[in-house]
């Protein structure tokens, strides 16, 4: 973590689904296998139950990124749902970063039941990327904060 | 097919039939080997340390000439492909090596990897195909029983050459099969001969070339080919050249039969 | 024009249709308005011009809840938006009578008055049957004259073709219109860094003064109630509350029309603050086609919308940050 | 305005020795319609549970957050109590402090915060919540079993003893599996057909039980109680109902070119064909490609002697479309391929072979009758290498990461047998551990070693080099006495790891089962719920879900069929009432829900609405609570929002959302 | 930091070696064609590093043995690298000062009229500074 950025607390949301992510979350804790606490989890029955809407809003509200988890494609406990969820998200992101907002503060993983040691190190990767970013300036502005 | 072309120090030197075998055969077959301008000396073995940048350098600069031709990069020495292989390899995924590589180069527009890099060996299976090779054959070596000796440069570490098979190998065997010749499989075709440290570990050396002509010439082989110098020298020079030891150029030129008209260059 | 209101007239005469759906002039020559007609005697005041541009396949909701069939003018790219509709379950193919209507460009007031030309009095060369060549405009400072092209809507300028995707039949004459290439704008967005892009979308945004005009021409954007609207999810209207909000309201509109949107051009045309509007549906139409295979929206009424669909090898959202 | 309670749990010093527990629920005293809040060492337990049910009755809660362990653990124990206290069971929320907090931050007074935010996130949406009432499924009495090994037979032969009807699906033509390719069993030395065949007999002779071999599941829809399976009987070529099992057909076919799956292709086979002497059914197939009538059209020799007529080349695949209530997977496991280590020339010689191909050269009725010798020269051996390890422990792309766990005991096992009735032959084992976790099995090893003289090495082998003699050069370490080892061998014998069959991905998908990086199939919980898979009605049985030994294998084929009897044994199952819903107000009937539902859950109907005043008949979504399994996919493509979850619906979310990022 | 702890963390950063991933299965020994010319063996690397003992590690015959021909990192189970350590660690002796291993007048006597150049120039990357 670049200790320049010591004042700076990111808001971190990560949607996760409640059979893989949320699970894998679940195996990252009982392996006591740490990553920052900016991080904070909303459990979701299936990615495909993340809408654009909440994205913006926990950006408008003030979150520095968020990040959604689901279980690997092919891989859904509802079958297709994860599908959907790639494509709304990549959509998403791709007019996100049209209209110039930091790529870097959304991002999509999947991550299993199973992988607990993948679950901390995508948020522990994923942390420190919105550390390099900064604060949310840019969606901040949009705001009308600055 | 054009390619860029990097022939090394020992090519320009001691190994002038590697080099000049090449050439002649290359052109044989269509393909031109565009030689790189003011190439330098790769260094001859992979920087030890993963914290150097300089001396990985030379390579990039050749890299960088391929890339901004828009060739591919072929390589003849062993020791100059594993170099450049995985030197192109840091400078593909590695970004901190990248970085500071870039910043010492001051190029135009930064390298990144993006050369592909490949052993003349490479182009004959993947490019020409052994197939084709086969057709464009004039003398087939029909008969002669040859070993090959891939040592270890080209092959390891695997995951980084992707050139064969670490453990079994086939390429060279395929090669020796495309000219005519019959291939002889032995195990330690992929074990080291000591050549790094022949220089100052002659016996150590001697050893391992001893082990390895030995197996080769239980299972039949009457000759060796290899594509490394080093291994070439180390193997001759350790065993008194018990079976002799060739490049596998020199078969290449002999298959093609262009392998006369350039004898004379080879000798000079 | 004339072939329209003879055609109509006939329509009401034997009972094929209870309505027409077209144009009347409004106070200025350049604003005429989408109109119902019942009787013979109405169709006098019917007019259909250059400046006819609104898409009336919205206004087809409601007419498919009235008894009767209705005649109704569509543009060739008006037709796609009819076909997104059927396919929506929104408009009843039954109650309408659909003319396919030819189409020589549609025209824009705002371009024209750009280039200078201010205090019309009337236009001349805006007819269906006119050549599209030349425009004639009399104003109070005499007559100017310019090139049709050089009034044309934007839309037209990379106009996806002249083919009516649905009709009963076809009346008029059309001609090419295309001379741009649809994604150029998008593009040339995309090739700017995000510095550059923030500004251009905050400069842009922030003269939005939530007018709605967009969402009410717009033919995808035809929810009963918007979730805007609603509390589900608490985004009722709190104008000038939250400047977030109106940026977030076209994000997500484009993502609401995102695979239904036809690229109809309305929401620009409408937008009384010039705010390019249609930049955000073609930035997702763009994607989709590079992502997931080209796709029309309204070109039929069957296929599977592309974020109703996917495929195992669909691209990751992490291609965001690698197309650079 | 709710009333809510919220419980802060201990866990012990689980979560208080991060977070300050006291400190949360002082907290959430200030978050809006909290009016109760307590912490207490371990909320989960009886005391802890009356401690929330006297709250809820005293302080007349309409809602109550735990901020204790995950929700998978203990939020349906809270659920109870709280319906046991008069409570809608859906009126709690569980707030992650434990897994999602204090297990993975140090510090205090960071961990408390997040404990906070956390706690704040549950309270905003249990504000939210609505009473839900779960509905009712009806329960198919019926089980499948995917795979009849060794686990399908036993898990079958369980249900069915419970009074059950079970479908066994094979793909293969007969059941048995990989133990009936193994010679014998430790660590008693039992001949393993001896065991197994009756077992086979059982199941196949067993009125409960159907069989379907040389068959596989094809698509997999419904939920638990209820899948409908399509399973795939392949073209066996062969009428069942007609053939006696005599055998001339397989004697006289005159292709007889086909490598033998079951002696691991060491020898060959005819091209129409029964696996082993005790298969069963005890019915042939043809197998296509190698059979010269179906490749070129003539020969037809088995249909002429065959006296019953069983042959029949015109035969179809079918397609058996039945109902289950659970699915059991028992698909087993296959050696790793061994082309990425070739060091151990297995490629190159043919008398460097793996373990599983030794059983089958130790067998009768294998290749080599059962007499250990060369595969290529056929000369009796006398010094053999075992290598240990061969692809297990292994943390690149080669290999498994994981422990094969049977490798050191089958060795044990081939090296006590070889010594036993060929004593002049050397026996040498390269070990890195010997692991012998079990009963009798590390006294197993030592006779091994004690009584038998087998030589144990620590250490790996580097490279084994074929020598111009034929003789293999085995290179290897012995790390206790710091030397490399230079041994000539005759047979070198790998123990391969072992992975998950790899049909198992196919699946697992199907079931919409979860699998682990490896392939095996994740159980619901690792410790507590180890033969059930996360998805209801899926139980685990066998190597699918880890690597195992016969007798867990058979333990855990017991416990699956169990898990199976109970749910079979239920009339009616609760449903998941976190379903869809639709209002009908704002629904503009456009049909793109549908159309992303999964589970056809949703349908359109015309209904007469008043919408503030106007009357008119719409087109509307009407969304089937008995089929929605709540994934929320509707939910994102509505473009209204007429479409929610219940329990997770917009608000509920917005709300977790803002109490986050406040 | 005591200088044997900076060394050996050194270590680990040249070679980008973990050693603590080694689970001692020899395989290393096994593969190494000098592992009898060498005192400290090729799977001991790893613990005389995890025991930051590297005055030994730097003073064993086996910094100039290995033949770097990378049998062992090819064939490591455990993607430890043994071969990574010692090009490491002999990278830490010729980076000192007056610490080649190869000087310039004992050069002259090793050549010979065949021997290749790319000897002579890794033979200087690999014992000099």
Same mark, same amino acid.
């Given at each position: 973590m670049p200790l320049e950025n010591k004042e700076f607390k990111p808001k971190i949301v990560a949607f996760c689904c409640n059979w893989c992510s949320y699970a894998g979350a679940d195996l990252a804790g009982s392996s006591r296998l740490t990553y920052p606490a900016d991080v904070k989890i909303i459990r979701v029955?299936?990615?495909?139950?993340?809408?654009p809407m909440f994205i913006l809003r926990a950006f408008e509200k003030g979150a520095d990124g968020v990040i959604m988890c689901g279980c690997h494609p092919g891989d859904c406990h509802y079958s297709t749902g994860n599908y959907y969820a790639r494509r709304r998200m990549t959509l998403l992101f791709s007019m996100l970063d049209y209209i110039g907002v930091e790529n870097g503060r959304t991002r999509v993983e999947w991550v299993s039941a199973a992988e607990g040691v993948k679950f901390s190190e995508t948020m522990n990767s994923f942390v420190e990327k919105i550390y390099s970013l900064g604060e949310n300036v840019r969606l901040g502005d949009l705001r009308c904060k600055s | 097919m054009k390619y860029s072309y990097y022939p090394g120090c020992t090519l320009r030197t001691k190994a002038k039939d590697l080099d000049v075998y090449a050439r002649a055969s290359a052109a044989a077959l269509g393909i031109e080997l565009e030689e790189i301008e003011d190439w330098q000396c790769c260094g001859g073995v992979y920087p030890l340390g993963s914290d150097e940048i300089a001396t990985k350098l030379s390579s990039v600069r050749a890299l960088n000439a391929a890339k901004e031709k828009e060739q591919d990069l072929v390589t003849m020495c062993s020791a100059c492909h594993h170099v450049i292989k995985r030197v192109n390899d840091d400078m593909k995924n590695v970004e901190d090596i990248r970085t500071r590589a870039n910043n010492y180069m001051e190029l135009e527009e930064p390298y990144a990897g993006e050369t592909e890099v490949l052993h003349f060996l490479e182009v004959l299976r993947d490019r020409v195909g052994f197939d084709e090779l086969k057709k464009k054959v004039k003398n087939p070596l029909t008969g002669k029983k040859i070993g090959a000796y891939y040592g270890c440069l080209l092959l390891r570490p695997s995951k980084l050459l992707s050139f064969d098979d670490p453990e079994n190998p086939a390429i060279i065997e395929d090669f020796i099969r495309a000219i005519g010749a019959e291939p002889v499989v032995y195990p330690y075709r992929n074990e080291c001969c000591g050549g790094y440290i022949s220089l100052k570990e002659k016996d150590l050396s001697k050893g391992m070339c001893e082990k390895i002509m030995a197996s080769a010439e239980g299972f039949g082989a009457e000759m060796l080919t290899t594509a490394c110098p080093l291994c070439l020298y180390n193997l001759n020079k350790s065993t008194g050249a018990k079976l002799p030891v060739v490049y596998f150029t020199e078969l290449l030129a002999e298959a093609l039969g262009v392998k006369e008209e350039v004898k004379e260059e080879v000798q000079k | 024009m004339q072939e329209l209101i003879n055609r109509a007239k006939e329509l009401l005469a034997d009972g094929t249709v209870a309505r027409v759906l077209g144009w009347k002039a409004g106070d200025l020559p350049y604003n005429p308005e989408p109109a119902y007609f019942e009787t013979e005697e109405d169709l006098k005041d019917f007019v259909y011009n250059g400046f006819c541009g609104a898409n009336l396949s919205k206004y087809m909701i409601e007419a498919?809840?009235?008894?009767g069939k209705t005649m109704v003018c569509l543009k060739p790219c008006d037709t796609y938006s009819f076909n997104q509709l059927i396919k929506e379950h929104r408009v009843d193919r039954e109650k309408a009578y659909i003319v396919g209507v030819g189409c020589k460009g549609k025209l824009d007031i705002e371009r024209i008055k750009k280039q200078g030309i201010k205090g019309i009095e009337s236009i001349e060369g805006a007819e269906i049957t006119d050549e599209a060549d030349t425009l004639k405009i009399q104003t109070i400072y005499g007559e100017k004259s310019i090139s049709y092209a050089d009034g044309m809507l934007e839309r037209c300028h990379v106009c996806k073709g002249k083919d009516h995707m649905i009709f009963d039949e076809q009346i008029g004459e059309s001609k090419e219109t295309k001379d741009a290439e649809r994604f150029d704008e998008v593009a040339k967005i995309e090739a700017m860094s995000p510095e550059e892009k923030f500004a251009y979308f905050r400069s842009e945004l922030s003269k939005c003064i939530r007018c709605n005009a967009c969402r009410n021409a717009c033919p995808a954007c035809s929810c009963r109630k918007c979730v805007f609207d609603s509390n589900k999810f608490d985004s009722s209207q709190k104008a000038n509350v939250d400047s977030f909000e109106e940026k977030m309201f076209h994000i997500i509109r484009a993502f609401h029309v995102a695979g239904r949107c036809t690229d109809c051009g309305e929401c620009s045309r409408v937008c009384p603050q010039g705010i390019p509007l249609h930049l955000f549906n073609r930035k997702f139409i763009k994607d989709i086609d590079e992502l997931y295979g080209e796709y029309q929206a309204g070109a039929d009424t069957d296929s599977k919308a592309p974020l109703t669909n996917y495929t195992f090898e669909d691209a990751e959202p992490s291609i965001v940050g690698k197309r650079g | 305005m709710q009333r809510i309670g919220v419980f802060v749990c201990h866990c012990g010093s689980n979560i208080a020795a991060t977070v300050d527990v006291s400190k949360v629920a002082e907290m959430s005293l200030?978050? *809006? &319609? %909290?009016v109760h809040a307590e912490d207490y060492q371990y909320m989960c337990s009886e005391a802890g549970q009356a401690k929330i049910a006297a709250a809820i009755k005293e302080k007349n809660l309409t809602g109550i957050v735990v901020c204790s362990c995950s929700p998978r653990m203990h939020e349906a124990t809270f659920r109870k109590a709280a319906e046991r206290a008069g409570l809608n069971p859906y009126m709690v929320e569980i707030a992650n402090i434990r897994e999602h907090c204090s297990w993975i931050h140090k510090d205090m007074e960071e961990a408390t915060k997040k404990a906070v935010i956390l706690m704040r996130a549950a309270v905003a949406k249990v504000n939210l919540n609505a009473p839900l009432q779960a509905g009712e499924s009806r329960v198919t009495k019926r089980a499948l079993v995917i795979g009849g090994g060794i686990a399908g037979i036993q898990t079958a032969l369980d249900i069915a003893d419970a009074g059950y009807e079970v479908d066994i699906v094979e793909k293969t033509p007969s059941i048995g599996g990989r133990m009936s390719q193994l010679d014998k069993t430790f660590p008693t030395l039992d001949c393993s057909a001896c065991i197994l065949t009756p077992k086979m007999v059982e199941a196949s002779a067993h009125e409960k039980i159907t069989i379907y071999t040389y068959s596989e599941v094809e698509k997999v829809s419904g939920f638990v109680g209820d899948f409908t399976v399509d399973i795939r009987k392949k073209a066996r070529s062969v009428d069942m109902n007609k053939?006696? !099992?005599?055998g001339v057909c397989q004697e006289k076919c005159p292709s007889k070119k086909a490598p033998s799956e079951f002696n691991r292709g060491l020898n060959t086979r005819s091209a129409i064909y029964t696996p082993f002497a005790q298969a069963i059914p005890n019915v042939p197939v043809i197998d296509r490609e190698a059979c010269i009538k179906f490749k070129t059209g003539k020969c037809g020799i088995c249909s002429k002697v065959c006296q019953a007529g069983a042959v029949d080349y015109e035969q179809k695949d079918e397609i058996i479309s039945e109902k289950y209530g659970a699915i059991v997977v028992a698909t087993g496991f296959d050696t790793i391929n061994l082309d990425k280590y070739d060091e151990y020339a297995y490629s190159q010689s043919k008398d460097v072979i793996t373990s599983l191909e030794l059983e089958r050269v130790m067998n009768a009725a294998g290749p080599t009758h059962g007499h250990l010798e060369r595969l290529s020269d056929g000369k009796a051996p006398k010094e053999i290498v075992f290598i240990q390890c061969v692809g297990s422990r292994c943390s690149d792309d080669r290999g498994k990461p994981y422990c094969s766990k049977i490798c050191c005991m089958y060795t044990a096992k081939h090296a006590m047998l070889i010594r036993d009735k060929y004593p002049d032959v050397n026996v040498t084992v390269f070990y890195i551990d010997v692991r012998t976790p079990g009963k009798n099995f590390d006294e197993f090893y030592r006779r091994a070693v004690e009584q038998y003289g087998v030589n144990y090495i620590k250490g790996q082998v580097g490279k084994v080099i074929p020598q111009p003699d034929g003789k293999l050069l085995v290179q290897g370490s012995d790390l206790l006495d710091n030397r490399q080892i230079l041994k000539e061998a005759d047979m070198v014998v790998l123990a391969t790891a072992i992975e998950p069959n790899p049909d198992v991905r196919k699946i697992a998908t199907m079931l919409t089962a979860s699998i682990d990086t490896n392939n095996f199939l994740t159980e =619901?919980? =690792?410790?507590?719920? *180890? %033969?059930?898979?996360?998805? =209801?009605g899926i139980f685990l049985s066998g190597v699918c879900q880890g690597p195992k030994d016969i007798p867990e294998t058979v333990a855990q084929a017991g416990a699956a069929a169990v898990k199976a009897i109970g749910l079979l044994a239920k009339d009616k199952l609760m449903t998941n009432p976190c379903t869809a819903q639709s209002d009908v107000l704002l629904c503009n009937g456009c049909s793109t829900c549908e159309n992303v539902c999964p589970y056809g859950a949703i349908t359109y109907e015309d209904k007469e609405v008043n919408d503030h005043g106007i009357r008119e008949t719409r087109r509307v979504a009407v969304v089937n609570n008995a089929l929605c399994? &709540?994934? !929320? =996919?509707c939910t994102v493509a509505c473009p209204s929002g007429a479409m929610d979850l219940q329990g997770f619906s917009n608000r509920q979310i917005l709300a977790e959302v803002d109490a986050i990022c406040r | 930091m005591s200088s044997e702890k900076k060394q050996a963390e050194l270590i680990k950063e040249i070679s980008g070696v973990n050693p603590l991933k080694c689970m001692k299965c020899g395989k290393c020994s096994a593969s190494c064609p000098s592992y009898n010319e060498m005192d400290i063996k090729p799977h001991q690397f790893v613990s005389y590093v995890i025991n930051e003992d590297i005055e030994s590690l730097v003073n064993s015959k086996s910094l100039w043995k290995c033949l770097s021909c990378f049998a062992c990192v090819e064939r490591c189970p455990r993607d430890v690298k043994p071969g990574k350590l010692i090009d490491a660690a002999r990278q830490v002796v010729v980076r000192q000062k007056d610490q080649n291993y190869l000087l310039a007048d004992e050069i002259p006597e090793l050549l010979d009229p065949e021997l290749p150049q790319q000897l002579l120039v890794s033979a200087f990357r690999r014992y000099r500074r």
């Open positions: 029955p299936c990615s495909c139950r993340v809408n | - | 498919s809840k009235l008894e | 200030m978050e *809006p &319609g %909290v053939c006696t !099992g005599c =619901a919980h =690792a410790k507590l719920r *180890p %033969v059930e898979s996360p998805t =209801a399994q &709540g994934c !929320g =996919a | -």
